[in-house]
């Protein structure tokens, strides 16, 4: 079972006691303000659920508070549903079961898609580099066209990337895979037996915790830490302990749906918890194109040399370039890489010739393609940040450097309505627990800025509609600036 340890509970509770709140005899009710604080670091997925809290003597001596006070918060937890507690072990970390309105159901071609992070296609470079694709695909017509492996021209247009990012890599450890999902799924096929635990970031991408569950693994959340705008990696290291867990999955390159990227220092003490722990990482670098405020980050692969931690890397052309290429990879040593073909032969024989002799093409020279790419997510970034003070500034919000959304704070824990009751609104979206696990982030929205500025204007007028509906009162707004 794994405990939240007193210190690091305490830590994140924060300034817990509001000021000025007193009980009827003039006494601060303190049980309730720390039942309170506590519900909310679960809603927001901070504590995970099914984590033992700390015991009432332990967090009482970590916060300076009496054990009764201790003893009546976790009283009104379970009270409240927070809380499932058994003879004899620790309460555990769970959510109170909830009934939401019925979702509207879609409308084809009226409804504002905020549920994809992934933007349009740059057409004219497309049309480009296909073009150039068919000139060269008669060289490949005299073969079977099956290439589980991938491309030749392909394989060496994505290692020598990585050569460029400073990690030295040789086709022989690439991959190509029909996007960064199947790559994923390939890499839970060889590496997580079923019932067996994975490490993820909490919160983390939907696709990513459905592959594991689909694979039968069980997920560890390890929560972000949201107001350091970075990765608790110590709890890290003591879930990777407790757990015992053979595997991670994580995505520290423009994290979605944060946005935050990992530094280089917390990347070499992420390789040096694997190499401890003797965890495998997989690490996600499908935004790893898209640094807005900061460089295109170090791999996490180039802290493993000379170290026994056992990094696979999963790329993709998806959010950079276009998702409809569908095309992605696996950067592995050389032994698993052979070890993926056994199990991609039960799922396809290879990504199609057309789509790689494109992708190698616009990764020839990527930068040509990304900078206006990049720009052109700033550009939306701003507009959606602007709408959102406008019409909703009681939602809040700290963007990360890069990435292609905002990852948004509710005053309410009203995320799952607000997917349910946008549709009637106009507008389609991903309510917060559909990434994570077991109910948390119903006090977060992913917003993602792909879509075109005037119809990022448009989706959060339509939430603000939403979110009146929902309050039953008018959204605050700012006054109107006159120049």
Same mark, same amino acid.
């Given at each position: 079972?794994?405990?939240?340890?007193?210190?690091?509970?305490?830590?994140?509770?924060?300034?817990?006691? &509001?000021?000025?709140?007193?009980?009827?005899?003039?006494?601060?009710?303190?049980?309730?303000?720390?039942?309170?604080?506590?519900? /909310?670091?679960?809603? @927001?997925?901070?504590?995970?659920?099914?984590?033992?809290?700390?015991?009432?003597? +332990?967090?009482?001596?970590?916060?300076?508070?009496?054990?009764?006070?201790?003893?009546?918060?976790?009283?009104?937890?379970?009270?409240?549903?927070?809380?499932?507690?058994?003879?004899?072990?620790?309460?555990?970390?769970?959510?109170?079961?909830?009934?939401?309105?019925?979702?509207?159901?879609?409308? &084809?071609?009226?409804?504002?898609?905020?549920?994809?992070?992934?933007?349009?296609?740059?057409? @004219?470079?497309?049309?480009?580099?296909?073009?150039?694709?068919?000139?060269?695909?008669?060289?490949?017509?005299?073969?079977?066209?099956?290439?589980?492996?991938?491309?030749?021209?392909?394989?060496?247009?994505?290692?020598?990337?990585?050569?460029?990012?400073?990690?030295?890599?040789? &086709?022989?450890?690439?991959?190509?895979?029909?996007?960064?999902?199947?790559?994923?799924?390939?890499?839970?096929?060889?590496?997580?037996?079923?019932? +067996?635990?994975?490490?993820?970031?909490?919160?983390?991408?939907?696709?990513?915790?459905?592959?594991?569950?689909?694979?039968?693994?069980?997920?560890?959340?390890?929560?972000?830490?949201?107001?350091?705008?970075?990765?608790?990696?110590?709890?890290?290291?003591?879930?990777?302990?407790?757990?015992?867990?053979?595997?991670?999955?994580?995505?520290?390159?423009?994290?979605?749906?944060?946005?935050?990227?990992?530094?280089?220092?917390?990347?070499? +003490?992420?390789?040096?918890?694997?190499? @401890?722990?003797?965890?495998?990482? !997989?690490?996600?670098?499908?935004?790893?194109? /898209?640094?807005?405020?900061?460089?295109?980050?170090?791999?996490?692969?180039?802290?493993?040399?000379?170290?026994?931690?056992?990094?696979?890397?999963?790329?993709?052309?998806?959010?950079?370039?276009?998702?409809?290429?569908?095309?992605?990879?696996?950067?592995?040593?050389?032994?698993?890489?052979?070890?993926?073909?056994?199990?991609?032969?039960?799922?396809?024989?290879?990504?199609?010739?057309?789509?790689?002799?494109?992708?190698?093409?616009?990764?020839?020279?990527?930068?040509?393609?990304?900078?206006?790419?990049?720009?052109? /997510?700033?550009?939306?970034?701003?507009?959606?940040?602007?709408?959102?003070?406008?019409?909703? &500034?009681?939602?809040?919000?700290?963007?990360?450097?890069?990435?292609?959304?905002?990852?948004?704070?509710?005053?309410?824990? #009203?995320?799952?309505? /607000?997917?349910?009751?946008?549709?009637?609104?106009?507008?389609?979206?991903?309510?917060?627990?559909?990434?994570?696990?077991?109910?948390?982030?119903?006090?977060?929205?992913? #917003?993602?800025?792909?879509?075109?500025?005037?119809?990022?204007?448009?989706?959060?007028?339509?939430?603000?509609?939403?979110?009146?509906?929902?309050?039953?009162?008018? !959204?605050?707004?700012?006054?109107?600036? !006159?120049?």
């Amino acid at each position: 079972m794994r405990v939240i340890g007193a210190s690091t509970l305490a830590r994140d509770l924060g300034r817990w006691q &509001p000021d000025g709140v007193r009980s009827r005899d003039g006494r601060f009710p303190a049980y309730r303000a720390l039942a309170d604080a506590v519900r /909310l670091l679960i809603a @927001d997925g901070r504590i995970p659920l099914g984590v033992a809290l700390p015991s009432e003597r +332990e967090l009482a001596a970590a916060l300076g508070l009496s054990r009764t006070t201790i003893t009546a918060a976790y009283a009104a937890l379970r009270e409240d549903g927070y809380l499932v507690s058994r003879q004899g072990s620790r309460s555990t970390v769970a959510v109170p079961a909830r009934r939401m309105p019925p979702a509207s159901d879609p409308i &084809p071609g009226r409804l504002l898609d905020l549920t994809c992070a992934s933007m349009p296609a740059p057409a @004219d470079a497309l049309r480009e580099v296909y073009a150039a694709a068919l000139d060269a695909l008669p060289a490949h017509l005299g073969g079977h066209g099956l290439a589980p492996l991938g491309t030749p021209e392909l394989r060496e247009a994505v290692a020598r990337r990585y050569r460029d990012r400073g990690v030295p890599t040789d &086709p022989d450890q690439i991959m190509i895979t029909t996007g960064a999902q199947q790559a994923l799924v390939l890499v839970l096929g060889l590496l997580a037996a079923p019932g +067996e635990r994975v490490l993820i970031d909490h919160p983390t991408y939907t696709n990513g915790i459905e592959a594991i569950r689909r694979r039968g693994a069980l997920t560890v959340p390890v929560p972000l830490r949201l107001e350091a705008r970075g990765w608790d990696l110590e709890g890290l290291r003591v879930a990777a302990r407790q757990s015992a867990a053979k595997l991670a999955y994580l995505v520290p390159d423009f994290h979605n749906p944060t946005g935050y990227c990992l530094d280089d220092a917390g990347r070499a +003490e992420l390789v040096r918890i694997a190499a @401890d722990t003797r965890m495998t990482l !997989v690490i996600d670098e499908t935004m790893t194109d /898209l640094g807005l405020d900061a460089p295109t980050p170090t791999p996490v692969a180039a802290f493993a040399r000379g170290t026994r931690a056992d990094i696979v890397t999963l790329g993709s052309m998806s959010k950079a370039f276009w998702s409809g290429l569908r095309v992605g990879w696996i950067r592995a040593d050389t032994a698993t890489i052979n070890a993926l073909l056994a199990v991609r032969s039960a799922l396809d024989m290879g990504t199609a010739v057309l789509e790689q002799l494109a992708a190698a093409r616009l990764l020839a020279d990527p930068d040509r393609l990304l900078a206006a790419r990049r720009q052109q /997510l700033r550009d939306r970034r701003g507009a959606l940040l602007d709408a959102l003070a406008a019409d909703l &500034p009681q939602w809040r919000c700290d963007p990360g450097p890069g990435g292609m959304a905002l990852w948004v704070q509710l005053p309410q824990p #009203l995320s799952t309505a /607000l997917a349910a009751t946008a549709p009637a609104h106009g507008v389609q979206l991903s309510a917060g627990p559909r990434f994570g696990v077991e109910g948390a982030f119903e006090r977060y929205l992913r #917003l993602p800025y792909a879509l075109d500025e005037q119809s990022l204007r448009a989706a959060v007028r339509g939430l603000a509609e939403a979110d009146r509906t929902l309050s039953g009162g008018a !959204v605050p707004r700012r006054p109107a600036l !006159v120049i």
